[in-house]
């Protein structure tokens, strides 16, 4: 199979914390993740291209200092939300592709953040 | 860049009955998918196809690349069925997928 898991599910923190949370490809190699986020009732919208080894590369709109991506290697990325606000509450779903093969994405559960 | 529409937007069925829904993409893509969103969150991987048709169980899909539609047929719908379904393209080798405003399915007992 082609799983990728995300953690943690759920998460709530104080205004002004920051959180991280974790995208990982379990039985393949993913030179590149993609960090989306979902707000109720509504479509993904991608936030950024997370390239092992490389600077992410964000959509237009969405703050690089914000949301920090790291991905050190072929099967992990991280996305952390700093000094996070009650307007960064969302629900943030991660995807990877093979290396190699076919361009089709497999995408972890989602990580709900609620900010207080 | 490109723009992926789906219909319905909404969907209420009886349960038994069939349904297809639709996906329009404005440029030639290299990756074409369709997902079930569960109620947890989760989108689970229906199909992979920027081309041709598949099948799995009830559910097929087909993709017209030259017309740039894709279609997903579900058949005999269950109950369990019900949740958004999602198409997703992308047209570039930097691989990330625009998704469409996804279709809202209701199946009734």
């Known amino acids: 199979g082609a799983v990728v898991s995300q953690h943690p599910s759920r998460v709530i923190c104080k205004s002004g914390t920051s959180v991280k949370i974790e995208c990982r490809s379990l039985d393949f190699q993913a030179t590149t993740m993609f960090w989306y986020r979902q707000f109720p009732k509504k479509s993904l919208m991608l936030m950024a291209t997370s390239n092992e080894g490389s600077k992410a590369t964000y959509e237009q709109g969405v703050e690089k200092d914000k949301f920090l991506i790291n991905h050190a290697s072929l099967t992990l990325s991280t996305l952390t939300v700093t000094s996070a606000h009650p307007e960064d509450s969302s629900f943030y779903i991660c995807s990877a592709a093979r290396t190699s093969g076919s361009y089709e994405q497999y995408f972890g559960p989602g990580t709900r953040l609620t900010v207080t | 860049g490109i723009q992926v529409e789906q219909s319905p937007p909404d969907l209420i069925l009886q349960e038994g009955a069939n349904s297809t829904l639709r996906c329009n993409f404005s440029?030639?893509?290299?990756?074409l998918q369709w997902f079930h969103q569960n109620p947890w969150g989760q989108l689970i991987n229906l199909f992979y196809i920027p081309s041709g048709t598949k099948q799995n169980g009830r559910l097929s899909a087909t993709t017209v690349a030259t017309e740039r539609y894709s279609l997903l047929y579900i058949s005999s719908s269950q109950t369990t069925d019900s949740g958004v379904y999602f198409c997703a393209a992308s047209y570039n080798q930097g691989g990330k997928l625009i998704f469409g405003q996804g279709t809202e399915l209701s199946v009734k007992p």
């Open positions: 440029d030639s893509v290299n990756n």
